[in-house]
RNA sequence: GCCCAUGUAGCUCAGUCGGCAGAGCACUUCCUUGGUAAGGAAGAGGUCACCGGUUCGAUUCCGGUCAUGGGCUCCA
């Protein structure tokens, strides 16, 4: 019995380790082992979206039998469909296919499987004038390829499906978006619909409310009301004003980094914004960065480039006098703001900009201690992290892209001690093969915001290159020079993007080490602007980042004005607490605590912002 | 860069089938001195993103530019 009901939830059976249809089982080898596929495993919501997105180009071919079919996967969150159509899809549209897609759920026809050699379903595809299945078919190495009917609706399709349409139970289009025929830009543009689907109506809500929660959370949308940063049409695409809240934000932050940074022995350096063009030949930037970087400009006649990376300059800085292997490790850190180009269409509030300081440094070190080395960047970097409230991540190596600069030799070597470094320390990671920068490989961490989102900041990157193309050396032991290896890191990545991160992930409630202002200290009436003044200026005095409303309005209109702002602790001052000499404080909750005298109240408040408290 | 959508007051948005534009909030002034998320009244505020075209007349229609948004790496 128990058996019936499981085969009525899967999805689909895997049949000796292979995915198939219900429908394989009739013909099936007896000896074969036969599991069923988990609606709930990954493959099981794999086959589920993907017969939705076939329901859906189903619907779309009967509204709109003109279109022509390309692709139509499942996703990680749901699934798509290419389609190539003159007229554009409307929000309209939407709504028209979703309703056809109920009427073919209902239906219930069963999805069937035909195997057909390649001539022949070539035949029948460029009959039917769909000439993306052409090429598909034609890209498909094997003597046969399987088609699936549902309906009167053929696609070619590897499969598996669900046996039939009604087992579809929640879904929903989501939106419209152009996509080139297989990525490519050179290739023609087509439509591409959006949807997502669930097992139970529930989960479908349950996503629906995340993809809500995001929009609430949208960094640009807090960072407007939060008054934290913005753009202007002005100024430029991808280049962030940072407005008092945002900045001083910003400060918090950067005095932390500093501190840290030299209290685990790193000294802090600046460097100017452009530099000749010549120092970026040299560096390998022109070769191999150039479509990051901007037109040189000419200053008495000799080309500059704005910086789009900062390394150059710490090695002249290291260069700048006889280094010994008594200094290294030496580690050189800049809060340092580059600008590179980036398509206009990839830009996205603060978390893709043209303009961004990152929290660089650059390790130059003796090939035996980089190893160390990583594992102390690896430390440091989960301590920072952590103290802005994350403590997930995922961590990747990245190895030789296809553009590089350097002897394989030396990736090699650059590659195995990063790995190493991993291994000993321990944490679970993977490798995403060609993903490193053109001088080196890297170590990325992306951090899990609060919704689990993954978010891409930190990263510990070996130079074997910068210091061979800039005959970089120190003197060894042995009285003669060497090489030194040069690490690159960044822990926040961009101090704009993670700001975004950080926005996000707080829903603009920053803890009370980070939030702009930290107490607002607001009045019933006028009575009580003399003492209110005083409370105002003890805690200014004490450092905390107070603001005072004796606006004549009543208590609630204040409180609603402080508590959209997110301020952490509202200061309530009436003729009661003139009188006892006292304040009360209403907390962003909505909890009222107290009464406390000032100096009690800034001593909580100090001990939170000390410890950099989360809550 | 490309496709689609959007651009009206500081913010959120309505509106004009072509006849020189409106609301709420915010802002200013006045009244109110009120104890935990909006007290009342009055006022000020816009080259309807920008440039050009059509028209007697354009914020509205057409073209271009700029900016913003959703996407363009998930491979039948």
Not at 56 to 65: T, Y
Not at 361 to 374: L, N, P, S
Not at 529 to 549: P, S, V
């Amino acid at each position: 019995m128990k058996k019936h009901i499981e085969a009525a939830k899967a999805v689909a059976v895997k049949v000796n380790g292979e995915f198939k249809d219900f429908q394989s089982l009739e013909s099936i080898d007896p000896q074969s082992t036969v599991e069923l596929v988990n609606p709930e495993s990954k493959e099981g919501k794999e086959i589920y979206r993907h017969s939705t997105s076939h329901i859906m180009a189903h619907a779309v071919k009967e509204l709109f039998p003109d279109v022509k079919f390309a692709i139509g996967p499942a996703i990680d969150e749901g699934f798509y469909y290419d389609f190539d159509r003159a007229e554009p899809f409307t929000p309209e549209d939407l709504e028209k296919i979703e309703k056809k897609m109920k009427e073919i759920i209902k239906r219930n026809n069963p999805f069937v499987r035909k195997a057909l050699p390649k001539s022949e379903a070539l035949d029948l595809f460029s009959k039917a004038g769909e000439d993306y299945k052409v090429q598909l078919i034609q890209d498909i190495p094997d003597e046969t390829v399987s088609l699936y009917e549902e309906g009167g609706f053929t696609d070619l399709c590897r499969g598996p499906h669900l046996s039939r349409t009604g087992k579809v139970k929640a879904f929903k289009l989501l939106s419209i978006a152009g996509a080139y025929w297989r990525g490519d830009e050179k290739n023609k543009m087509l439509q591409r619909i959006y949807g997502t689907a669930f097992f139970t109506k529930e989960d479908l809500k349950a996503y629906l409310d995340f993809l809500e929660e995001v929009r609430k959370r949208d960094h640009r949308k807090l960072g407007k009301e939060l008054d934290l940063f913005s753009l202007s049409e002005d100024i430029g695409p991808g280049l962030i004003l940072w407005h008092p809240n945002g900045a001083i934000i910003r400060k918090t932050i950067e005095d932390f980094w500093r501190e840290e940074h030299l209290a685990a022995d790193y000294k802090l350096l600046f460097s100017p914004h452009i530099a000749k063009l010549n120092l970026w030949q040299r560096s390998g930037h022109w070769d191999f960065y150039r479509e990051n970087m901007y037109s040189p400009m000419e200053i008495d006649e000799v080309a500059y480039e704005v910086k789009p990376m900062n390394c150059p300059f710490h090695i002249d800085i290291y260069k700048s006098s006889m280094r010994s292997y008594r200094e290294l490790p030496l580690r050189y850190a800049e809060l340092g703001t580059v600008y590179r180009y980036e398509r206009s269409g990839v830009l996205h509030g603060l978390l893709r900009v043209r303009g961004f300081t990152q929290d660089d440094a650059h390790i130059f070190c003796r090939e035996d201690q980089i190893e160390g080395e990583v594992l102390d960047i690896l430390d440091f970097t989960l301590f920072i992290l952590k103290t802005f409230g994350f403590e997930n991540y995922d961590i990747y190596l990245s190895t030789r892209p296809e553009k590089y600069v350097g002897t394989l030799e030396n990736w090699e070597r650059a590659t195995n001690a990063l790995k190493q470094a991993l291994e000993k320390k321990g944490p679970a990671y993977m490798v995403d093969p060609g993903e490193g920068v053109f001088y080196g490989p890297k170590i990325d961490i992306k951090i899990k915001d609060v919704l689990n989102r993954a978010w891409q900041c930190s990263t510990i990157q070996v130079d074997f290159n910068l210091p061979e193309r800039f005959d970089t050396v120190y003197r060894g032991s042995d009285g003669k020079d060497h090489r030194p290896i040069m690490i690159h890191r960044a822990l926040m990545g961009s101090l704009e993007r993670f700001f975004g991160i950080l926005i996000e992930h707080y829903a603009g409630i920053f803890p009370l080490w980070l939030s702009p202002v930290q107490v607002a200290v607001l009045t019933i009436s006028e009575k009580q602007d003399g003492y209110a003044g005083e409370i105002f200026k003890a805690f200014r005095k004490a450092g905390i980042r107070t603001e005072i409303n004796l606006e004549n309005e009543k208590i609630g209109y204040k409180i609603r004005e402080a508590t959209l702002k997110k301020v952490p602790y509202l200061v309530i001052i009436g003729d009661k607490e003139a009188a006892e000499g006292k304040i009360t404080v209403r907390k962003r909750n909505g909890e009222n605590i107290g009464p406390f005298t000032t100096d009690e109240f800034i001593r909580i408040i100090e001990e939170e912002i000390q410890t950099k408290s989360n809550k």
